[in-house]
């Protein structure tokens, strides 16, 4: 599976920004996703994930309530929606998928669960 992430770009703060990562191969549905930002000299940070075939969604408490992640499994893409965007929201922003399927929705935020990473996109928010 490849990945390739889009979508990133210069804002200001208070802006939303759309990001995209489209999928090669086939059964898409069947694989976790997720979103995860990292900036120089700091773990990568997961964002958002489903990792569950019921669509259960996972943030942390940092984006919660203005970042949103979806797919669109016919499209094979994940998006990651993000609102009333923050300077410290500034990072390179990653796209991943991952063969297992969990109800452990907690497991999702974690880099080590994923299998397959994008290129990353960069994110900056500033006036």
């Known amino acids: 599976v490849q990945l390739q992430a889009s979508g990133g770009g210069l804002v200001q703060p208070g802006d939303s920004l759309r990001l995209s990562c489209v999928a090669s191969?086939?059964?898409?549905?069947?694989?976790?996703i997720g979103w995860f930002r990292q900036v120089p000299g700091k773990e990568r940070e997961g964002v958002a994930s489903?990792?569950?075939?019921?669509?259960?969604?996972s943030y942390p408490d940092s984006v919660k309530g203005r970042f949103t992640i979806s797919r669109d499994n016919a499209k094979n893409t994940m998006y990651l929606q993000m609102d009333n965007l923050k300077p410290e929201d500034t990072a390179l922003y990653y796209c991943a998928a991952g063969v297992t399927l969990t109800t452990n929705h907690a497991v999702g935020l974690r880099p080590g669960f994923y299998d397959y990473w994008g290129q990353g996109t960069l994110v900056t928010v500033s006036s």
């Open positions: 489903i990792v569950s075939m019921d669509g259960t969604t």
């Open positions: 191969g086939n059964n898409f549905d069947y694989y976790a």
